[in-house]
């Protein structure tokens, strides 16, 4: 966002569009890992590591109405210059029918995004 104010910002664009009550339950979870200390959040269902292709990612899962699952994907950031602190980074988000997977495709897209987050540092933070 700061390089180019007309691009997107696909965690906040779908944080934003999901249910209330979803939002409401996903910034809670969001800042309970951004005050924990680094590594040390007990997700309780609603934080998760990922593995395989997406190791080093974070999965914020949460339930919505008609049993629809809403995810988001985050980073944490060690590396950011200037920061004191870790950096708790939302990349992207997904939301899907009740037992519906993600394609490898969706999961090669939010890679690709913080790919490009990691390219620039000092961070865009938007």
Known sequence: MDDDPKQPTPGREALDAYPTTVRAKMRAALVAVATA????FCGGGYWEAMKGEM?????????????HHYRLFCLLDYDAKGEDKPLLVVIDG????FRMTLSDADYAAVRSL???FRRRNPRSLA
């Open 37 to 40: 200390p680094p590594k040390r």
């Open 55 to 67: 190791s080093g990612w974070f999965e914020l899962r949460i339930d919505g109405p008609r049993r």
């Open 94 to 97: 997904r939301d899907k029918p």
């Open 114 to 116: 913080g790919d490009e």
